[in-house]
């Protein structure tokens, strides 16, 4: 068992590669409805890998364009700019972080959740007049700490899994047990470390204990549609399924059973079209 403080991952944390710059930009920029299209395809056509990314996502079959998509400029046009940003940063994550370099963690899976949580969180903000894009940002990096450990620290991460497999405890839970540390705390320190907004880093600090003094509104819509997105990914027969949320976040989001009925069945269409999203 491998106990680990946190000053020794945020020391570590610097040896992650960091955003591109356009990346940076666009998360500084979330709530500036004016953003300028054309300057914005300019800086993303200037890192190739990252322009290949975003056109390979703009032209799956989730977004099911009927033309194909050459240019960012085309596919800010056709899919708009706050669809083409979620991609940009999911392109730049996913490039961040080395792939099957821990035993038994799987990527796919990890980007499917990210990506669930990120649309249910988008779902929650529109019926609470919260930023929706904000709130899908939020809700695609509220993990990121799960993947920085694994990139740093893989082998004892496997212990983690292990522990995780047989039963005695939540993720959250055996990640305390065998590091000593968790994934939100080591989330809100590289969400410092790269100079995320303040209400991104509570988010991402926040998402399971949304209940603790100063994390804000948006931690619990996140820890909410969290709780949606692995019951949903638990049974193919939802409404027998329970959520397990805190009690508190739950009845500040103010869902009633009508609401919830709706986003469940919103959100297992976009879990069911993600499937078909080259991550």
Same mark, same amino acid.
Request: charged residues 20%; proline residues 3%.
């Given at each position: ?9 945020? /020391? ?10 356009? %990346? ?6 979330? /709530? ?31 977004? +099911? ?19 083409v940003k979620q991609m940009v940063l999911s392109a730049a994550l996913s490039g961040c972080f080395p792939e ?98 303040? $209400?991104?880093?509570? *988010? ?6 949304? /209940? ?11 820890? $909410? *549609?969290?709780? %949606? ?5 638990? +049974? ?8 397990? $949320? ?34």
């Amino acid at each position: 068992m491998t106990q680990l403080s946190l000053q020794q991952v945020t /020391d570590n944390l610097r040896d992650l590669p960091t955003l591109p710059a356009v %990346v940076m930009e666009l998360l500084n920029s979330l /709530d500036q409805e004016d953003a300028d299209i054309s300057l914005l395809a300019k800086k993303v056509t200037q890192d190739l890998a990252l322009t290949a990314k975003t056109l390979r996502y703009a032209n799956s079959p989730y977004y +099911s364009t009927l033309i194909k998509v050459t240019t960012i400029q085309q596919a800010i046009s056709l899919l708009g700019m706050t669809t083409v940003k979620q991609m940009v940063l999911s392109a730049a994550l996913s490039g961040c972080f080395p792939e099957n370099n821990c035993e038994g963690f799987n990527h796919k899976a990890f980007w499917r959740h990210s990506n669930a949580v990120a649309f249910i969180s988008k779902l929650i903000a529109r019926r609470m007049k919260f930023n929706e894009d904000v709130a899908f940002i939020a809700g695609l990096l509220h993990d990121i700490g799960l993947l920085a450990l694994v990139t740093l620290y893989p082998k004892e991460f496997e212990e983690v899994i292990a522990y995780r497999k047989s039963g005695l405890a939540t993720q959250f839970e055996a990640e305390r047990k065998i590091l000593g540390i968790d994934h939100a705390a080591v989330g809100e320190a590289l969400a410092i470390e790269w100079n995320f907004s303040d $209400v991104m880093k509570h *988010a991402i600090s926040g998402h399971h204990q949304p /209940d603790k003094a100063g994390v804000g509104f948006l931690a619990s819509i996140i820890h $909410v *549609a969290d709780g %949606v997105a692995h019951m949903l990914n638990r +049974s193919d027969t939802p409404a027998t399924q329970t959520i397990s $949320v805190s009690l508190v976040s739950w009845n500040s989001l103010n869902l009633d059973q009508a609401s919830l009925d709706t986003l469940i069945e919103e959100a297992n269409i976009k879990l069911k079209k993600i499937d078909q999203f080259d991550l």
